[in-house]
């Protein structure tokens, strides 16, 4: 790209978007490494907007600027870890003679109430990590490294939220319902950045857990015994509850009483949609919102495919 004559701007934020008669005129850049920076302007004719989905400053400015933004559902819950050895049993069986790599799962649930319960990012021999990217809240995700060799496995489980559980009449009504539950986690895990952690017996049965069973939470910096209970919304874990108990049904061992909780996943996919058009710009001409910030794609390679498609717009007009 750079042979190409692309430059790259780093630690270089947009903070403005100068807009006259509905289209882009430039973008308002500063230096986030440096104190006081001074504003610098770019003019361009088309900006593509992927700001991924944690941008929640910019959703804000984006907003004041009459961008047309929709609250859009998404999900929340946990990360639910158990041992590796466990998820192989169930799924490989007892001592396989092959060599096998380490298990997988996918399982989803439907309740009753209209709500539906699914495992999401599954992170074989993997981490529970830690993803908040502001101040006082905690986030989490999973990874693996490429050996996948680690003692548990963990993933995302996860129960559908929509625009009427937010409570809000704003567009940007789920971040802030995301965010508000970010800080409970914060504030359970005790204010230093230790995530609130529960053995799943303990959540069914709504006490704080007092110890750590079978299995080990990976999360760093630490964790804080705890009870997710008193920070989720009831149907968020109700959900939980059925929904894992359902899928020890399906797989040995998931809703052991020591599989571990580690809270709160709130990020599994944009809480807005910035809307665009057939040829995917913006009600603001030239902005092209892009991945899995404005709501067109979730994961790493429907993101990058999204790009590709806002640059072959951009080169179909020019
Ligand atoms: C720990 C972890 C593990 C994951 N594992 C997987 C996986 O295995 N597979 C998978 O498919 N997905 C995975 N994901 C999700 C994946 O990272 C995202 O779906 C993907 O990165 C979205 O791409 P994007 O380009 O839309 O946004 P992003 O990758 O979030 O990029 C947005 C960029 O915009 C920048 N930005 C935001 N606002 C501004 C501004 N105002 N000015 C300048 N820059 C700005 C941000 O700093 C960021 O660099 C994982 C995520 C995490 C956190």
Not at 248 to 269: V, Y
Request: proline residues 4%; aromatic residues 10%.
């Amino acid at each position: 790209m750079i042979k190409n004559g692309a430059t790259f701007l780093f630690n270089t934020k947009v903070v403005d978007f100068n807009i006259k008669n509905n289209k882009i005129i430039s973008l308002l850049l500063k230096k986030v490494n440096i104190n006081n920076s001074e504003i610098e302007e770019m003019k361009s004719d088309f900006v593509i907007l992927a700001i991924g989905h944690s941008s929640r400053d910019t959703f804000e400015k984006l907003y004041t600027k009459n961008f047309v933004i929709k609250p859009k559902n998404f999900s929340v819950g946990v990360r639910i870890e158990h041992l590796q050895s466990w998820i192989n049993e169930a799924q490989y069986g007892k001592n396989p003679n092959l060599k096998l790599p380490p298990a997988e799962y996918k399982l989803a649930y439907h309740s009753n109430t209209g709500r539906s319960c699914y495992t999401f990012c599954m992170c074989p021999g993997g981490v529970v990590i830690a993803s908040s990217s502001e101040k006082n809240t905690i986030v989490t995700n999973g990874m693996s490294n490429f050996s996948r060799n680690n003692i548990n496995s963990n993933s995302a489980v996860l129960v559908n939220v929509t625009p009427e559980d937010f409570n809000s009449d704003s567009p940007l009504g789920g971040m802030y319902f995301q965010k508000n539950l970010e800080e409970k986690a914060f504030s359970l895990g005790g204010n230093n950045y230790n995530a609130p952690v529960q053995r799943f017996e303990d959540f069914i049965k709504n006490q704080k857990s007092e110890f750590i069973g079978l299995v080990k939470p990976s999360y760093l910096p630490n964790i804080t015994l705890s009870n997710l209970n008193e920070i989720l919304p009831d149907f968020i874990s109700d959900t939980l509850k059925e929904g894992i108990l359902y899928f020890g049904q399906k797989l040995k061992n998931f809703s052991h009483p020591d599989s571990i909780l580690t809270g709160l996943e709130t990020r599994s996919s944009s809480p807005i949609q910035i809307l665009r058009n057939e040829q995917l710009f913006s009600n603001i001409q030239g902005v092209y919102p892009c991945g899995e910030g404005a709501g067109y794609a979730g994961g790493i390679m429907s993101a990058a495919v999204d790009g590709i498609k806002c640059a072959i717009s951009i080169l179909e007009t020019i």
